[in-house]
Protein backbone atom coordinates (compact mmCIF):
# COMPACT_ATOMS: atom_id res chain seq x y z
CA UNK A 1 0.00 0.00 0.00
CA UNK A 2 1.58 3.26 -0.91
CA UNK A 3 -0.02 6.94 -1.00
CA UNK A 4 0.85 9.03 -4.41
CA UNK A 5 -0.61 12.49 -4.24
CA UNK A 6 -4.36 12.40 -3.88
CA UNK A 7 -4.79 8.43 -4.15
CA UNK A 8 -4.04 5.36 -2.39
CA UNK A 9 -2.81 2.30 -4.14
CA UNK A 10 -3.35 -0.70 -2.52
CA UNK A 11 -2.49 -3.89 -4.49
CA UNK A 12 -4.45 -3.12 -8.17
CA UNK A 13 -6.81 -1.04 -6.06
CA UNK A 14 -6.75 2.96 -6.81
CA UNK A 15 -8.01 5.11 -4.48
CA UNK A 16 -8.77 8.71 -4.43
CA UNK A 17 -7.83 9.17 -0.46
CA UNK A 18 -7.20 6.64 2.41
CA UNK A 19 -8.61 2.68 1.48
CA UNK A 20 -11.77 2.91 3.46
CA UNK A 21 -12.10 0.35 6.24
CA UNK A 22 -15.69 -0.98 7.71
CA UNK A 23 -18.21 1.65 7.06
CA UNK A 24 -15.74 4.66 7.15
CA UNK A 25 -16.05 6.83 3.37
CA UNK A 26 -13.86 6.43 0.40
CA UNK A 27 -14.07 6.09 -3.07
CA UNK A 28 -12.13 3.80 -5.34
CA UNK A 29 -11.73 4.08 -9.13
CA UNK A 30 -12.02 1.10 -11.01
CA UNK A 31 -12.24 0.47 -14.81
CA UNK A 32 -15.74 0.38 -14.64
CA UNK A 33 -16.55 4.04 -12.59
CA UNK A 34 -16.48 5.46 -9.51
CA UNK A 35 -17.71 3.90 -6.26
CA UNK A 36 -18.25 5.58 -3.54
CA UNK A 37 -17.62 3.19 -0.78
CA UNK A 38 -18.89 3.59 3.27
CA UNK A 39 -22.21 4.24 5.00
CA UNK A 40 -24.66 6.71 2.99
CA UNK A 41 -22.57 6.90 -0.39
CA UNK A 42 -22.43 3.69 -1.41
CA UNK A 43 -23.13 3.81 -5.46
CA UNK A 44 -21.43 3.61 -9.03
CA UNK A 45 -20.94 6.77 -11.25
CA UNK A 46 -19.80 4.83 -15.08
CA UNK A 47 -17.43 6.42 -16.71
CA UNK A 48 -19.76 7.10 -19.71
CA UNK A 49 -21.68 9.26 -17.26
CA UNK A 50 -18.64 10.95 -15.81
CA UNK A 51 -18.01 14.56 -17.16
CA UNK A 52 -15.36 16.14 -14.48
CA UNK A 53 -13.54 14.56 -11.21
CA UNK A 54 -11.85 16.83 -8.29
CA UNK A 55 -11.21 16.81 -5.55
CA UNK A 56 -12.19 19.68 -2.93
CA UNK A 57 -11.38 20.53 0.91
CA UNK A 58 -7.69 19.22 0.51
CA UNK A 59 -5.12 19.75 3.18
CA UNK A 60 -2.63 21.63 0.94
CA UNK A 61 0.62 22.77 3.02
CA UNK A 62 0.94 26.18 3.34
CA UNK A 63 2.29 28.28 6.31
CA UNK A 64 -1.31 29.12 8.15
CA UNK A 65 -2.03 24.92 7.70
CA UNK A 66 1.25 24.56 9.38
CA UNK A 67 0.12 26.60 12.25
CA UNK A 68 -3.00 25.21 12.48
CA UNK A 69 -1.52 21.53 12.59
CA UNK A 70 1.17 22.70 15.53
CA UNK A 71 -2.21 24.00 17.05
CA UNK A 72 -4.06 20.78 17.08
CA UNK A 73 -0.72 18.85 17.71
CA UNK A 74 -1.19 20.82 21.04
CA UNK A 75 -4.74 20.85 21.68
CA UNK A 76 -4.55 16.87 20.69
CA UNK A 77 -1.49 16.11 23.78
CA UNK A 78 -3.59 18.32 25.99
CA UNK A 79 -6.66 16.13 25.51
CA UNK A 80 -8.88 18.76 23.42
CA UNK A 81 -8.23 18.27 20.06
CA UNK A 82 -9.00 15.56 17.56
CA UNK A 83 -7.37 12.72 16.17
CA UNK A 84 -9.82 11.87 13.27
CA UNK A 85 -8.09 12.35 10.19
CA UNK A 86 -8.84 15.55 7.99
CA UNK A 87 -11.74 14.73 5.29
CA UNK A 88 -12.08 15.61 1.29
CA UNK A 89 -14.91 15.98 -0.96
CA UNK A 90 -14.71 14.31 -4.48
CA UNK A 91 -17.33 16.22 -6.47
CA UNK A 92 -18.22 13.89 -9.77
CA UNK A 93 -19.86 15.82 -12.33
CA UNK A 94 -21.88 13.78 -14.56
CA UNK A 95 -24.57 14.03 -17.44
CA UNK A 96 -27.35 13.50 -15.26
CA UNK A 97 -27.06 14.55 -12.08
CA UNK A 98 -23.47 15.73 -10.22
CA UNK A 99 -22.66 14.13 -6.67
CA UNK A 100 -20.35 14.51 -3.81
CA UNK A 101 -18.46 11.92 -1.89
CA UNK A 102 -16.29 12.06 0.84
CA UNK A 103 -12.55 10.49 1.60
CA UNK A 104 -10.38 10.40 3.92
CA UNK A 105 -7.07 11.94 3.63
CA UNK A 106 -4.06 9.08 2.88
CA UNK A 107 -1.79 12.13 4.48
CA UNK A 108 -2.30 14.96 7.09
CA UNK A 109 -1.08 17.14 4.28
CA UNK A 110 -0.25 17.29 0.99
CA UNK A 111 2.18 19.57 -1.39
CA UNK A 112 0.95 22.14 -3.67
CA UNK A 113 2.80 20.42 -6.82
CA UNK A 114 1.05 17.23 -5.53
CA UNK A 115 -2.21 18.56 -5.22
CA UNK A 116 -2.31 19.93 -8.31
CA UNK A 117 -0.73 16.76 -10.21
CA UNK A 118 -3.72 14.67 -9.19
CA UNK A 119 -6.37 17.21 -9.80
CA UNK A 120 -4.57 16.99 -13.79
CA UNK A 121 -4.47 13.12 -13.78
CA UNK A 122 -8.41 13.19 -12.37
CA UNK A 123 -9.09 15.25 -15.58
CA UNK A 124 -7.62 12.91 -17.49
CA UNK A 125 -9.43 9.60 -16.62
CA UNK A 126 -12.58 11.91 -17.96
CA UNK A 127 -11.29 12.22 -21.56
CA UNK A 128 -12.15 8.54 -22.96
CA UNK A 129 -12.07 4.89 -21.82
CA UNK A 130 -8.80 4.29 -23.73
CA UNK A 131 -7.16 6.97 -21.57
CA UNK A 132 -8.62 5.80 -18.31
CA UNK A 133 -8.20 2.25 -18.57
CA UNK A 134 -4.42 2.74 -19.51
CA UNK A 135 -3.98 5.07 -16.76
CA UNK A 136 -5.70 2.79 -14.24
CA UNK A 137 -3.90 -0.29 -15.15
CA UNK A 138 -0.13 1.82 -14.85
CA UNK A 139 -1.31 2.97 -11.36
CA UNK A 140 -2.57 -0.51 -10.38
CA UNK A 141 0.56 -2.26 -11.81
CA UNK A 142 2.76 0.34 -9.70
CA UNK A 143 0.44 -0.93 -6.85
CA UNK A 144 1.03 -4.66 -6.98
CA UNK A 145 4.97 -3.82 -7.51
CA UNK A 146 5.33 -1.30 -4.87
CA UNK A 147 6.45 -3.09 -1.56
CA UNK A 148 8.38 -0.60 0.72
CA UNK A 149 5.02 2.09 1.54
CA UNK A 150 4.85 5.84 0.45
CA UNK A 151 7.88 7.08 -2.02
CA UNK A 152 9.24 10.45 -1.27
CA UNK A 153 7.59 13.92 -2.50
CA UNK A 154 10.13 13.81 -5.20
CA UNK A 155 9.37 10.20 -6.30
CA UNK A 156 5.72 10.69 -5.79
CA UNK A 157 5.61 13.63 -8.09
CA UNK A 158 7.51 11.53 -10.57
CA UNK A 159 4.80 9.14 -10.78
CA UNK A 160 2.32 11.44 -11.33
CA UNK A 161 3.32 12.94 -13.99
CA UNK A 162 4.42 9.60 -15.70
CA UNK A 163 0.83 8.38 -15.14
CA UNK A 164 -0.13 11.71 -16.75
CA UNK A 165 1.59 11.21 -19.89
CA UNK A 166 0.52 7.79 -19.60
CA UNK A 167 -2.59 9.14 -20.07
CA UNK A 168 -1.89 11.66 -23.22
CA UNK A 169 -0.86 8.65 -25.56
CA UNK A 170 -3.81 7.95 -28.21
Request: proline share 4%.
Amino acid sequence: MAMVGLFWIAEGDVYVGAKPSGLAPGVRLTPEGVVGLGDRQSGLWLWDDVRALTVVDVPVKSLRRQAGALLEMALTVGGLGSDEAPTMTVSIETVDKDAELTAYAAASWYSQEEYDLSLTLLSHLTAGEATLRATLAAMAQWGRAQEDGSPRAAEREGLLREWIEVSRLP
